[in-house]
């Protein structure tokens, strides 16, 4: 136990204060009681730069933690926002449960502290990390989504007792990998405790599919996929003689969702959304605006007698397009 602990002993699952977290995230990593440390020194005689150095972690940092996200596959987070009780407790706990053995993953392989000439001496933690975790039930649309943010401070202690700091360079590049393991022990403990099944599902052609929960509508999936389109939206043309604002694999999602749908060929869906946006829609259409982020809105326009509607973004460029039966 080190001097600090004598002091202020932090316990596990404590709750997390304002003034902690401005100590340990805002001061450039000063120990989340250093105030009343500082005090304690005071009260010893100590002078007040004294006493505001005995609460410092080490040597001051301008990085002083690393945020991680961990949520659900959509499949498994849908299951928890539409079904019962019992399967919400069954996706909390493993969602729980991931976390746990991610952080511990990242404690003994991944975590580093350096010290010496150029960060020359590279050394685990034996105390552990350090971190605060949120727990968010919902996306900033208000769409249901499960997931927590951990901010992990990038302050550890050597075995000789000393304040040191993590190699962030090694988090960062341990990241995927970390994902990639959450979602293979959240998805396993789901398909365990309630005996489903997984399958792949490609998200980007030519990319790796991700491993969603068997049986969970693809268009069901999409649903989740709102602020990925509104990303989307607002990148710059890529295609040439392209009408969307999106790349054009985005425009092969529209395609297969709006035309291919209805029958209509590729070459005639191009066609018929260019000729829709070049016709100014506006009258006779059910308008909506939409928050693009930023203070930019486009408009999303429905044809009240089941013609044709599609999304216009804030340079009343085309971000989709669609016929009413296919919307």
């Not at 392989?109 to 150029?118: L, P, S």
């Not at 971190?131 to 000789?160: C, M, N, T």
């Not at 089941?306 to 919307?327: A, C, I, N, Q, T």
Request: aromatic share 8%.
């Amino acid at each position: 136990m080190t001097p600090l602990d004598r002091i202020c002993p932090r316990v596990p699952g404590e709750e997390v204060t304002e003034a902690q977290l401005r100590n340990l995230f805002g001061e450039r990593g000063r120990h989340p009681y250093a105030d009343r440390i500082e005090a304690d020194r005071i009260a010893q005689g100590a002078s007040p730069t004294e006493a505001y150095r005995a609460g410092a972690l080490g040597r001051r940092v301008t990085v002083t933690g690393v945020d991680f996200v961990f949520r659900p596959q959509p499949s498994i987070y849908l299951l928890w926002a539409f079904g019962d009780e019992e399967t919400r407790r069954v996706v909390e706990a493993a969602h729980e449960y991931a976390i746990v053995r991610v952080l511990e993953w990242i404690e003994d392989e991944v975590a580093v502290i350096r010290y010496g000439t150029d960060g020359i001496y590279r050394v685990r933690s034996p105390g552990g990390l350090v971190a605060a975790r949120f727990r968010h039930y919902e996306a900033r649309s208000g769409r249901p989504l499960l997931h927590d943010h951990v901010l992990l401070s990038v302050k550890g202690q050597r075995l000789d007792g000393r304040w040191g700091s993590i190699h962030t360079t090694v988090l960062h590049e341990n990241t995927v990998a970390a994902s990639a393991l959450y979602n293979e022990l959240v998805a396993a403990e789901v398909c365990e405790e309630l005996g489903l099944a997984t399958e792949p599902r490609t998200v980007t052609p030519g990319r790796r599919p991700v491993m969603e929960i068997a049986g969970v509508p693809h268009g069901l999936i999409r649903w989740t996929a709102q602020r990925s389109d509104q990303i989307a939206a607002c990148l710059s043309e890529l295609e040439p003689g392209n009408p969307f604002k999106t790349p054009a694999d985005t425009f092969k999602h529209h395609y297969e969702k709006h035309g291919e749908t209805v029958g209509v060929s590729p070459e005639q869906y191009m066609r018929d959304a260019r000729e829709w946006a070049a016709s100014n829609p506006g009258r006779g259409y059910n308008a909506k605006r939409i928050d693009f982020g930023n203070g930019k809105w486009g408009v999303k326009y429905t044809d009240p007698n089941g013609g044709r509607g599609g999304m216009l973004g804030p340079d009343r460029k085309l971000v989709s397009f669609w016929y009413e039966e296919s919307h």
